[in-house]
Protein backbone atom coordinates (compact mmCIF):
# COMPACT_ATOMS: atom_id res chain seq x y z
CA UNK A 1 0.00 0.00 0.00
CA UNK A 2 1.45 3.20 -0.81
CA UNK A 3 2.07 5.78 1.38
CA UNK A 4 -0.11 8.50 -1.09
CA UNK A 5 -3.29 5.36 -0.56
CA UNK A 6 -2.68 5.88 2.77
CA UNK A 7 -3.02 9.45 3.14
CA UNK A 8 -5.76 9.54 1.75
CA UNK A 9 -7.65 7.07 3.36
CA UNK A 10 -7.17 8.89 6.22
CA UNK A 11 -8.55 12.23 4.74
CA UNK A 12 -11.77 10.17 4.02
CA UNK A 13 -11.62 8.56 7.91
CA UNK A 14 -11.59 11.79 9.39
CA UNK A 15 -14.45 13.70 8.58
CA UNK A 16 -16.64 10.25 8.80
CA UNK A 17 -15.29 10.12 12.49
CA UNK A 18 -16.06 13.62 13.30
CA UNK A 19 -19.91 12.82 11.87
CA UNK A 20 -20.66 10.01 13.42
CA UNK A 21 -18.92 11.19 17.00
CA UNK A 22 -21.97 13.04 17.31
CA UNK A 23 -24.18 9.94 17.16
CA UNK A 24 -23.09 9.45 21.04
CA UNK A 25 -23.86 13.17 21.80
CA UNK A 26 -27.39 14.33 23.11
CA UNK A 27 -29.63 15.91 20.36
CA UNK A 28 -29.80 19.77 21.70
CA UNK A 29 -33.53 22.22 21.10
CA UNK A 30 -34.46 25.46 22.60
CA UNK A 31 -37.35 25.75 23.84
CA UNK A 32 -38.53 29.69 24.59
CA UNK A 33 -41.98 31.18 26.92
CA UNK A 34 -45.50 29.69 25.46
CA UNK A 35 -46.13 33.55 26.53
CA UNK A 36 -45.58 37.14 25.52
CA UNK A 37 -42.45 38.52 27.26
CA UNK A 38 -42.82 41.77 29.35
CA UNK A 39 -39.93 44.66 28.05
CA UNK A 40 -39.36 45.03 31.69
CA UNK A 41 -38.30 41.70 32.29
CA UNK A 42 -35.30 39.63 31.63
CA UNK A 43 -35.55 37.16 28.58
CA UNK A 44 -34.78 33.47 29.33
CA UNK A 45 -35.14 30.22 26.93
CA UNK A 46 -34.47 26.86 27.82
CA UNK A 47 -31.67 24.32 26.47
CA UNK A 48 -33.04 20.61 25.92
CA UNK A 49 -30.67 17.69 26.06
CA UNK A 50 -32.30 14.75 24.58
CA UNK A 51 -30.47 10.94 24.76
CA UNK A 52 -32.01 9.30 21.09
CA UNK A 53 -29.52 6.40 21.69
CA UNK A 54 -29.63 3.00 24.16
CA UNK A 55 -27.44 4.25 26.43
CA UNK A 56 -26.86 6.70 29.52
CA UNK A 57 -25.28 10.11 28.26
CA UNK A 58 -23.17 12.30 30.67
CA UNK A 59 -23.27 16.43 28.88
CA UNK A 60 -21.72 19.44 30.19
CA UNK A 61 -24.00 22.29 28.86
CA UNK A 62 -22.08 25.60 28.96
CA UNK A 63 -22.28 28.04 31.33
CA UNK A 64 -22.87 30.87 29.02
CA UNK A 65 -24.56 31.44 25.36
CA UNK A 66 -24.04 34.08 23.10
CA UNK A 67 -26.88 34.95 20.48
CA UNK A 68 -27.90 37.64 17.81
CA UNK A 69 -30.90 38.85 18.63
CA UNK A 70 -32.43 40.61 14.86
CA UNK A 71 -34.67 42.86 16.14
CA UNK A 72 -36.79 44.67 13.41
CA UNK A 73 -34.24 44.27 10.84
CA UNK A 74 -31.05 45.01 12.95
CA UNK A 75 -29.02 42.26 14.68
CA UNK A 76 -28.24 43.06 18.55
CA UNK A 77 -25.51 40.87 20.90
CA UNK A 78 -26.76 39.10 24.01
CA UNK A 79 -25.55 37.07 26.10
CA UNK A 80 -27.12 34.27 28.60
CA UNK A 81 -26.07 32.80 31.85
CA UNK A 82 -27.16 29.48 33.15
CA UNK A 83 -28.44 29.30 36.59
CA UNK A 84 -26.54 26.04 37.39
CA UNK A 85 -23.30 24.27 36.37
CA UNK A 86 -24.03 20.88 37.07
CA UNK A 87 -23.39 17.97 34.30
CA UNK A 88 -26.64 16.41 32.86
CA UNK A 89 -27.17 12.86 33.21
CA UNK A 90 -29.32 11.86 31.20
CA UNK A 91 -30.76 7.94 30.52
CA UNK A 92 -31.93 6.42 27.05
CA UNK A 93 -34.92 7.78 25.06
CA UNK A 94 -34.67 10.21 28.01
CA UNK A 95 -33.72 14.65 27.94
CA UNK A 96 -33.01 17.09 30.14
CA UNK A 97 -33.44 21.03 30.37
CA UNK A 98 -31.56 24.14 31.79
CA UNK A 99 -32.50 27.70 31.99
CA UNK A 100 -30.68 30.50 30.74
CA UNK A 101 -31.03 34.20 31.21
CA UNK A 102 -30.10 37.36 29.70
CA UNK A 103 -27.19 39.25 31.94
CA UNK A 104 -28.67 42.47 29.98
CA UNK A 105 -31.79 44.01 29.90
CA UNK A 106 -34.27 43.59 27.05
CA UNK A 107 -33.01 45.51 23.99
CA UNK A 108 -35.89 45.46 21.67
CA UNK A 109 -39.70 45.32 21.66
CA UNK A 110 -42.15 43.08 19.56
CA UNK A 111 -40.74 39.75 17.49
CA UNK A 112 -37.00 38.94 18.49
CA UNK A 113 -35.29 36.08 16.37
CA UNK A 114 -32.53 34.70 18.41
CA UNK A 115 -29.97 33.00 16.87
CA UNK A 116 -27.84 30.89 19.20
CA UNK A 117 -23.55 29.37 17.59
CA UNK A 118 -20.56 29.75 19.89
CA UNK A 119 -20.73 26.44 22.25
CA UNK A 120 -23.08 24.55 20.86
CA UNK A 121 -22.80 21.55 17.98
CA UNK A 122 -25.37 23.81 15.61
CA UNK A 123 -26.54 26.61 15.04
CA UNK A 124 -30.18 26.67 17.10
CA UNK A 125 -32.45 29.39 16.24
CA UNK A 126 -35.77 30.38 19.11
CA UNK A 127 -38.08 33.79 18.81
CA UNK A 128 -40.01 35.99 21.75
CA UNK A 129 -42.63 37.95 21.74
CA UNK A 130 -41.83 40.95 23.57
CA UNK A 131 -44.48 43.41 24.82
CA UNK A 132 -44.01 46.92 25.85
CA UNK A 133 -46.61 46.66 28.65
CA UNK A 134 -49.35 44.05 28.85
CA UNK A 135 -52.50 45.69 30.30
CA UNK A 136 -53.31 44.44 33.72
CA UNK A 137 -55.15 41.24 34.06
CA UNK A 138 -53.95 40.44 30.37
CA UNK A 139 -54.12 36.49 29.67
CA UNK A 140 -50.50 35.93 28.65
CA UNK A 141 -51.53 32.66 26.64
CA UNK A 142 -54.08 34.81 24.76
CA UNK A 143 -51.37 36.67 22.88
CA UNK A 144 -50.39 35.31 19.60
CA UNK A 145 -47.51 34.79 18.44
CA UNK A 146 -46.55 35.78 14.88
CA UNK A 147 -46.15 32.30 14.24
CA UNK A 148 -46.30 33.11 9.65
CA UNK A 149 -43.54 35.67 10.11
CA UNK A 150 -41.42 33.05 12.58
CA UNK A 151 -41.64 29.95 9.77
CA UNK A 152 -39.71 32.66 7.24
CA UNK A 153 -37.11 33.03 9.86
CA UNK A 154 -36.11 29.45 10.51
CA UNK A 155 -34.37 28.00 7.77
CA UNK A 156 -35.12 25.04 5.25
CA UNK A 157 -33.01 22.84 7.10
CA UNK A 158 -35.68 22.30 10.16
CA UNK A 159 -37.52 20.31 7.56
CA UNK A 160 -34.23 17.99 7.09
CA UNK A 161 -34.53 17.85 11.32
CA UNK A 162 -37.50 16.92 11.64
CA UNK A 163 -37.56 14.06 9.01
CA UNK A 164 -34.04 12.73 9.00
CA UNK A 165 -31.99 13.58 12.36
CA UNK A 166 -34.40 13.03 14.72
CA UNK A 167 -35.57 9.88 12.90
CA UNK A 168 -31.87 8.31 11.91
CA UNK A 169 -29.74 6.37 15.08
CA UNK A 170 -26.57 4.59 15.27
CA UNK A 171 -27.35 0.62 15.37
CA UNK A 172 -24.67 -1.82 15.90
CA UNK A 173 -20.83 -0.53 15.79
CA UNK A 174 -18.81 1.46 13.83
CA UNK A 175 -15.23 0.70 13.39
CA UNK A 176 -12.17 0.76 11.35
CA UNK A 177 -9.58 -1.82 12.11
CA UNK A 178 -5.98 -3.12 10.30
CA UNK A 179 -3.90 -5.70 11.24
CA UNK A 180 -0.91 -7.94 10.02
CA UNK A 181 -2.90 -10.78 8.60
CA UNK A 182 -4.76 -10.52 5.08
CA UNK A 183 -7.16 -9.44 4.71
CA UNK A 184 -5.60 -6.35 6.68
CA UNK A 185 -8.74 -4.43 6.92
CA UNK A 186 -11.81 -4.24 8.33
CA UNK A 187 -14.83 -1.86 9.03
CA UNK A 188 -18.32 -2.02 9.77
CA UNK A 189 -21.43 0.89 9.14
CA UNK A 190 -24.62 0.18 10.87
CA UNK A 191 -27.72 2.81 11.30
CA UNK A 192 -31.19 2.57 11.91
CA UNK A 193 -34.48 4.93 11.32
CA UNK A 194 -37.35 5.18 12.64
CA UNK A 195 -40.24 4.31 10.32
CA UNK A 196 -43.45 4.72 12.89
CA UNK A 197 -44.02 5.16 16.31
CA UNK A 198 -46.52 2.55 17.45
CA UNK A 199 -48.62 2.60 20.59
CA UNK A 200 -46.90 1.55 23.88
CA UNK A 201 -47.87 -0.01 27.50
CA UNK A 202 -49.33 3.01 29.34
CA UNK A 203 -49.64 1.74 32.82
CA UNK A 204 -45.78 0.75 32.11
CA UNK A 205 -44.66 3.52 30.09
CA UNK A 206 -43.29 1.42 27.13
CA UNK A 207 -42.20 3.13 24.25
CA UNK A 208 -42.36 1.01 20.64
CA UNK A 209 -41.34 1.60 17.63
CA UNK A 210 -40.93 0.14 13.92
CA UNK A 211 -37.08 0.48 12.30
CA UNK A 212 -35.58 0.11 9.03
CA UNK A 213 -31.96 -1.05 9.74
CA UNK A 214 -29.10 -1.52 7.75
CA UNK A 215 -25.03 -2.73 8.54
CA UNK A 216 -22.61 -3.24 5.80
CA UNK A 217 -19.62 -5.08 6.95
CA UNK A 218 -16.62 -4.83 4.64
CA UNK A 219 -13.18 -7.37 4.74
CA UNK A 220 -10.62 -5.58 2.88
CA UNK A 221 -6.93 -6.60 1.05
CA UNK A 222 -6.12 -3.09 1.56
CA UNK A 223 -2.01 -4.29 1.37
CA UNK A 224 -2.87 -6.50 -1.70
CA UNK A 225 -2.18 -5.64 -5.34
CA UNK A 226 -4.48 -2.77 -6.26
CA UNK A 227 -6.27 -3.03 -2.78
CA UNK A 228 -9.42 -4.77 -3.62
CA UNK A 229 -12.35 -5.87 -1.47
CA UNK A 230 -12.33 -9.51 -0.11
CA UNK A 231 -16.17 -9.71 0.64
CA UNK A 232 -18.80 -7.42 1.54
CA UNK A 233 -22.01 -8.46 3.82
CA UNK A 234 -24.95 -6.16 3.19
CA UNK A 235 -27.84 -6.46 5.94
CA UNK A 236 -30.77 -4.26 5.35
CA UNK A 237 -33.68 -5.47 7.83
CA UNK A 238 -36.91 -4.24 9.19
CA UNK A 239 -37.18 -4.18 13.19
CA UNK A 240 -39.73 -3.60 15.75
CA UNK A 241 -37.75 -2.42 18.97
CA UNK A 242 -39.96 -2.00 22.09
CA UNK A 243 -37.96 -0.04 25.16
CA UNK A 244 -38.67 0.23 28.50
CA UNK A 245 -38.57 3.06 30.75
CA UNK A 246 -35.00 3.86 32.67
CA UNK A 247 -35.22 4.16 36.33
CA UNK A 248 -35.68 7.23 38.06
CA UNK A 249 -32.04 6.38 39.96
CA UNK A 250 -28.93 5.15 38.29
CA UNK A 251 -28.00 2.70 41.63
CA UNK A 252 -30.05 0.23 40.64
CA UNK A 253 -28.25 -3.34 39.83
CA UNK A 254 -30.82 -5.08 37.72
CA UNK A 255 -32.46 -2.99 34.63
CA UNK A 256 -33.92 -4.40 31.87
CA UNK A 257 -33.27 -2.41 28.25
CA UNK A 258 -35.96 -4.14 26.36
CA UNK A 259 -36.23 -5.99 23.11
CA UNK A 260 -35.96 -6.12 19.25
CA UNK A 261 -37.78 -8.78 16.68
CA UNK A 262 -36.41 -8.34 12.94
CA UNK A 263 -36.61 -10.01 9.62
CA UNK A 264 -33.06 -9.44 8.49
CA UNK A 265 -31.53 -10.19 4.64
CA UNK A 266 -27.81 -10.77 4.50
CA UNK A 267 -26.05 -11.41 1.33
CA UNK A 268 -22.43 -10.60 -0.51
CA UNK A 269 -24.33 -9.46 -3.36
CA UNK A 270 -22.30 -11.79 -5.62
CA UNK A 271 -23.77 -14.13 -7.49
CA UNK A 272 -22.27 -17.81 -9.16
CA UNK A 273 -20.24 -19.75 -6.47
CA UNK A 274 -19.05 -16.85 -4.65
CA UNK A 275 -22.53 -16.34 -4.03
CA UNK A 276 -23.80 -16.17 -0.63
CA UNK A 277 -27.32 -15.03 1.04
CA UNK A 278 -29.76 -16.13 3.86
CA UNK A 279 -32.93 -15.04 5.58
CA UNK A 280 -33.33 -15.06 9.19
CA UNK A 281 -36.27 -13.76 11.99
CA UNK A 282 -34.52 -12.90 15.25
CA UNK A 283 -35.32 -12.18 19.11
CA UNK A 284 -32.72 -10.11 21.20
CA UNK A 285 -33.27 -8.75 24.49
CA UNK A 286 -30.87 -6.75 26.78
CA UNK A 287 -30.03 -6.63 30.53
CA UNK A 288 -27.90 -4.85 32.58
CA UNK A 289 -26.41 -5.53 35.80
CA UNK A 290 -24.87 -2.72 37.73
CA UNK A 291 -25.53 1.04 37.63
CA UNK A 292 -26.10 2.64 34.33
CA UNK A 293 -23.76 5.66 34.93
CA UNK A 294 -20.66 3.40 36.78
CA UNK A 295 -19.54 0.06 36.03
CA UNK A 296 -21.96 -2.81 34.65
CA UNK A 297 -22.44 -5.90 32.68
CA UNK A 298 -24.74 -6.28 29.58
CA UNK A 299 -25.82 -9.22 28.92
CA UNK A 300 -27.87 -9.37 25.32
CA UNK A 301 -28.77 -12.77 24.23
CA UNK A 302 -30.14 -13.42 20.52
CA UNK A 303 -31.87 -16.12 18.85
CA UNK A 304 -32.90 -16.34 15.20
CA UNK A 305 -33.98 -19.34 12.92
CA UNK A 306 -33.57 -19.04 9.18
CA UNK A 307 -36.72 -18.70 6.74
CA UNK A 308 -35.01 -19.58 3.29
CA UNK A 309 -33.46 -22.45 1.79
CA UNK A 310 -29.91 -21.62 2.26
CA UNK A 311 -29.47 -22.75 -1.14
CA UNK A 312 -25.98 -21.18 -1.59
CA UNK A 313 -24.47 -22.23 1.29
CA UNK A 314 -26.22 -25.37 2.50
CA UNK A 315 -24.29 -26.35 5.61
CA UNK A 316 -24.51 -22.46 6.76
CA UNK A 317 -26.23 -23.43 10.33
CA UNK A 318 -23.64 -26.07 11.06
CA UNK A 319 -21.50 -22.84 11.36
CA UNK A 320 -23.75 -20.19 12.24
CA UNK A 321 -25.79 -22.05 15.02
CA UNK A 322 -29.46 -20.46 16.05
CA UNK A 323 -27.99 -17.65 18.44
CA UNK A 324 -25.54 -15.30 20.00
CA UNK A 325 -24.41 -14.23 23.12
CA UNK A 326 -22.95 -10.53 23.59
CA UNK A 327 -21.55 -9.32 26.74
CA UNK A 328 -19.97 -6.02 27.41
CA UNK A 329 -18.16 -4.92 30.89
CA UNK A 330 -17.33 -1.13 31.06
CA UNK A 331 -18.58 2.31 31.81
CA UNK A 332 -20.26 4.46 29.34
CA UNK A 333 -18.08 7.25 29.89
CA UNK A 334 -14.61 5.20 30.60
CA UNK A 335 -13.63 1.21 28.87
CA UNK A 336 -15.15 -1.33 27.93
CA UNK A 337 -14.65 -5.03 26.82
CA UNK A 338 -17.49 -6.54 24.46
CA UNK A 339 -17.50 -10.48 23.86
CA UNK A 340 -19.46 -11.78 20.91
CA UNK A 341 -19.70 -15.84 21.05
CA UNK A 342 -21.55 -18.50 19.36
CA UNK A 343 -20.79 -21.90 18.49
CA UNK A 344 -22.77 -23.44 15.51
CA UNK A 345 -25.70 -25.60 15.01
CA UNK A 346 -23.77 -28.62 17.11
CA UNK A 347 -22.11 -26.68 19.71
CA UNK A 348 -18.59 -27.66 17.94
CA UNK A 349 -17.55 -24.51 15.63
CA UNK A 350 -16.81 -22.54 18.43
CA UNK A 351 -15.99 -18.41 17.37
CA UNK A 352 -15.43 -15.60 19.51
CA UNK A 353 -15.24 -11.76 19.06
CA UNK A 354 -13.62 -9.58 21.58
CA UNK A 355 -13.41 -6.03 21.19
CA UNK A 356 -11.65 -3.69 23.40
CA UNK A 357 -12.32 0.20 23.41
CA UNK A 358 -11.44 2.99 24.95
CA UNK A 359 -12.30 6.90 24.89
CA UNK A 360 -10.25 9.31 23.43
CA UNK A 361 -11.47 13.24 23.59
CA UNK A 362 -9.99 16.27 22.41
CA UNK A 363 -11.39 19.55 23.47
CA UNK A 364 -10.12 21.36 20.51
CA UNK A 365 -12.37 19.97 17.71
CA UNK A 366 -15.30 18.87 19.84
CA UNK A 367 -14.55 15.30 18.95
CA UNK A 368 -15.22 11.85 20.53
CA UNK A 369 -14.35 8.62 19.36
CA UNK A 370 -12.68 5.37 20.82
CA UNK A 371 -9.68 3.31 20.34
CA UNK A 372 -10.10 0.00 19.24
CA UNK A 373 -8.41 -3.53 19.65
CA UNK A 374 -10.54 -6.53 18.25
CA UNK A 375 -9.91 -10.16 18.00
CA UNK A 376 -11.11 -12.84 15.81
CA UNK A 377 -10.85 -16.34 16.65
CA UNK A 378 -13.43 -18.40 14.89
CA UNK A 379 -15.67 -19.33 11.87
CA UNK A 380 -17.18 -16.88 9.92
CA UNK A 381 -15.81 -13.39 10.00
CA UNK A 382 -16.91 -13.14 6.19
CA UNK A 383 -19.70 -14.46 4.86
CA UNK A 384 -17.83 -15.74 1.35
CA UNK A 385 -15.30 -17.88 3.58
CA UNK A 386 -17.54 -18.89 6.50
CA UNK A 387 -16.39 -22.68 6.53
CA UNK A 388 -12.60 -21.47 7.26
CA UNK A 389 -11.29 -20.94 10.67
CA UNK A 390 -9.00 -18.08 11.59
CA UNK A 391 -7.41 -15.98 13.94
CA UNK A 392 -6.18 -12.58 13.89
CA UNK A 393 -5.85 -9.30 15.79
CA UNK A 394 -6.37 -5.77 14.52
CA UNK A 395 -6.75 -2.31 15.81
CA UNK A 396 -8.11 1.00 14.63
CA UNK A 397 -11.12 3.99 15.88
CA UNK A 398 -15.07 2.62 16.80
CA UNK A 399 -16.89 5.77 16.62
CA UNK A 400 -20.36 3.47 18.21
CA UNK A 401 -19.85 0.99 20.29
Not at 105 to 113: A, E, I, K
Not at 215 to 243: A, K
Request: aromatic residues 10%.
Amino acid sequence: MTTTLRHALLCLLLPLCCLAAEAEAPRLSLLSPDTALSAAGAWSVELVAFNPGQTTLSYQPPARLAAQATIGGRRVPVEFLAGQTSRMVIAPGGFASRRYVAATPSPGRGLVVLEFGPGLPQVLRTALLVEDQLAPGTDHAQVERPMTNLARAVPAASVIQRTLADRLAPHEPIYFVYGPDAPAAKFQFSFKYRLHDLPGLARLNWTRSLQLGFTQRSLWDIDGPSSPFYDTSYMPEVIFESLTPMPERSDHRFTWLGYQAAFKHESNGRDGPGSRSLNTVSFRSAFVFGALDGWHLLVAPEVFTYVSSLEDNTDLKDYRGYGQLRLALGRNDGPSLMAAIWAGRKLDHASIQLDLTFPIRTKLLNFETYLLVQYFNGYGESLLSYRDQTETVRAGISLVR
